[in-house]
């Protein structure tokens, strides 16, 4: 039993890069469904696929690279909120990471979203990752 499956998926992601993996699979959640969209969607990752042939499921994520430079989209996964302590931003005080140029990903009422996103909905939540 896992007991931050976030964590855990952050840090196989984290692990794969740093081995220059193309692909990597990680057991699926709703919750991690949602990070990868949102990892898709602001251009960390290159595609993923959810195969739900199992009883839990998995997700494949193919990693983003430089196709000249081989560096990472990714160069930073940070865990930010855990779960023996919790962390929560309200819509006044969003997290900026990196001065604009990481991402917070923030799990809220309306669903899981950047901070920038967030902020315009004009809601908070709980700060689950930065980006970068």
């Known amino acids: 039993m896992n007991t931050?499956?976030?964590?855990?998926?952050?840090t196989r992601v984290r692990n794969a890069i740093k081995a220059n993996h193309r692909?990597?699979?990680?057991?699926?959640?709703?919750?991690?469904?949602?990070i990868t969209k949102?990892?898709?969607?602001?251009?960390?990752?290159?595609?993923y696929r959810f195969d739900d042939s199992s009883v839990q499921g998995t997700i494949k994520i193919a990693l983003k690279y430089n196709p000249t430079?081989?560096?990472p989209a990714i160069?930073?996964?940070?865990?930010i909120s855990s779960p023996g302590?919790?962390?929560y931003a309200h819509v006044e005080n969003m997290p900026r990471v990196l001065s604009g140029l990481g991402i917070a990903i923030l799990s809220t009422s309306k669903g899981v979203m950047t901070e920038k996103e967030?902020?315009?909905q004009?809601?908070?939540?709980e700060v689950l990752c930065y980006v970068y």
């Not at 692909?23 to 949602?34: G, H, M, R, T, Y």
Request: glycine residues 6%; positive net charge.
């Open 4 to 10: 931050d499956p976030i964590a855990d998926f952050l």
């Open 23 to 34: 692909v990597v699979e990680i057991p699926a959640s709703n919750i991690k469904k949602e």
């Open 38 to 47: 949102v990892l898709y969607h602001k251009g960390y990752i290159q595609s």
């Open 69 to 71: 430079t081989k560096v």
């Open 75 to 79: 160069t930073k996964l940070e865990r």
């Open 85 to 87: 302590l919790r962390t």
């Open 118 to 120: 967030a902020k315009a």
């Open 122 to 125: 004009n809601v908070g939540g």
